[in-house]
């Protein structure tokens, strides 16, 4: 019976081909399938919430890595895994003999041997092309310095959820140009979402980014814009998104970021400019009266906690497709 409803979600879909397929960055995912990923997501999640179990994954383990710290992607990955039916392992660099200087290659080949995915947390975004590279088996991205697709995935769910579309949503990001914006911004130029992103002058999105950012932008007919004034990018918007001023591994520089972004703080007056039913949208951790006000993430129009949630449904949907 299992079995049945397992076959019936991902039958005559986009997805019923993508066993094996990694998610190092969203930009490796095509609009048909990440629209596709988004309505996997949204069945499970309905079905969790009217009690219905979905274990494709019987028999499956996931191995975690992480090298840096985690609430939300550990935990929703090692419930999503439980969930659809499998088992995870949460690994440190303390735990593997990755971190004595054992190879990602030599690590990624015995993995490949013992488990069915990995999902990986880490400095580098090379170490986690590299793990994919020499395994065979997908591989996750579960945040490295440049990219944090799943976060996307979670996202583009919950304004899919709130608006009811995602084409022609504006979406203004406010602050570091770091990787929850690299990925969020690659994904809503696919999905057509008009983007428009205000970091201070030195923390923009690299170039190279920003470039197939617009090249995606012209496919979806979506707006891009790259600015250094927050008001500029809020002005009309249906979401406004921010994330900490300093993210993991850059703590050396916080005296100075405090001082660069203090001019970028989401606030009252800056969500004044948005829509009325504007979203207040964070990746989280959040740092209150830094990035954000208060009164801002936890007013009305914020959803950061659905959001988070949300990251469960959207990891089990690429879960239960790659694996
Ligand atoms: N948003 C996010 O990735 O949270 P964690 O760092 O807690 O995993
Ligand atoms: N940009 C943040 C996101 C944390 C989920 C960081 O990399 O620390």
């Given at each position: 019976?299992?079995?049945?409803?397992?076959?019936?979600?991902?039958?005559?879909?986009?997805?019923?081909?993508?066993?094996?397929?990694?998610?190092?960055?969203?930009?490796?995912?095509?609009r048909?399938?990440?629209?596709?990923?988004?309505?996997?997501?949204?069945?499970?999640?309905?079905?969790?919430?009217?009690?219905?179990?979905y274990?494709?994954?019987?028999?499956?383990?996931?191995?975690?890595?992480?090298?840096?710290?985690?609430?939300?992607?550990?935990?929703?990955?090692?419930?999503?895994?439980?969930?659809?039916?499998?088992?995870?392992?949460?690994?440190?660099d303390?735990?593997?003999q990755?971190?004595?200087?054992?190879?990602?290659?030599?690590?990624?080949?015995?993995?490949?041997?013992?488990?069915?995915?990995?999902?990986i947390?880490?400095?580098?975004?090379?170490?986690?092309?590299?793990l994919?590279?020499?395994?065979?088996?997908?591989?996750?991205?579960?945040?490295?310095?440049?990219?944090h697709?799943?976060?996307?995935?979670?996202?583009?769910?919950?304004?899919?959820?709130?608006?009811?579309?995602?084409?022609?949503?504006?979406?203004?990001?406010?602050?570091?140009?770091?990787?929850?914006?690299?990925?969020?911004?690659?994904?809503?130029?696919?999905?057509?979402?008009?983007?428009?992103?205000?970091?201070p002058?030195?923390?923009?999105?690299?170039?190279?980014?920003?470039?197939?950012?617009?090249?995606?932008?012209?496919e979806?007919?979506?707006?891009?814009?790259?600015t250094?004034?927050?008001?500029?990018?809020?002005?009309?918007?249906?979401?406004?998104y921010?994330?900490?001023?300093?993210?993991?591994?850059?703590?050396?520089?916080n005296?100075?970021?405090?001082?660069?972004?203090a001019?970028?703080?989401?606030?009252?007056?800056l969500?004044?400019?948005?829509?009325?039913?504007?979203?207040?949208?964070?990746?989280?951790?959040?740092?209150?009266?830094e990035?954000?006000?208060?009164?801002?993430?936890?007013?009305?129009?914020?959803?950061?906690?659905?959001?988070?949630?949300?990251?469960?449904?959207?990891?089990?949907a690429?879960?239960?497709?790659?694996?």
């Amino acid at each position: 019976m299992i079995l049945v409803k397992t076959l019936d979600l991902l039958a005559n879909n986009p997805l019923s081909q993508h066993k094996g397929k990694s998610m190092l960055q969203i930009d490796e995912w095509n609009r048909e399938e990440l629209l596709a990923l988004l309505a996997l997501a949204t069945e499970i999640k309905s079905m969790q919430k009217s009690g219905k179990p979905y274990q494709p994954l019987i028999g499956k383990t996931l191995a975690m890595i992480f090298t840096k710290s985690s609430t939300r992607t550990r935990v929703s990955f090692e419930v999503g895994m439980y969930q659809l039916g499998g088992k995870s392992l949460f690994l440190t660099d303390k735990d593997l003999q990755l971190g004595r200087g054992e190879t990602i290659s030599d690590t990624a080949k015995i993995l490949s041997s013992y488990v069915d995915g990995i999902m990986i947390r880490t400095h580098a975004h090379q170490d986690v092309v590299d793990l994919a590279e020499y395994g065979s088996i997908p591989v996750i991205n579960g945040l490295t310095d440049l990219y944090h697709p799943c976060q996307a995935l979670a996202d583009l769910l919950t304004i899919q959820e709130h608006k009811g579309i995602l084409q022609g949503i504006k979406l203004a990001y406010i602050g570091d140009g770091n990787n929850v914006i690299n990925s969020l911004a690659l994904a809503s130029a696919l999905l057509g979402l008009d983007i428009r992103v205000a970091t201070p002058p030195g923390y923009e999105v690299s170039k190279e980014i920003a470039d197939k950012v617009k090249e995606y932008a012209i496919e979806s007919g979506s707006q891009v814009l790259f600015t250094n004034d927050p008001a500029e990018a809020v002005t009309g918007a249906d979401v406004v998104y921010t994330d900490v001023w300093t993210s993991m591994g850059f703590e050396q520089e916080n005296a100075k970021r405090m001082k660069d972004f203090a001019s970028y703080q989401v606030n009252e007056k800056l969500v004044a400019m948005a829509k009325l039913d504007y979203l207040f949208m964070h990746c989280l951790p959040v740092h209150r009266e830094e990035e954000v006000t208060t009164g801002v993430i936890d007013g009305p129009n914020s959803v950061v906690f659905e959001q988070a949630e949300n990251r469960l449904h959207a990891q089990k949907a690429l879960l239960a497709t790659v694996m």
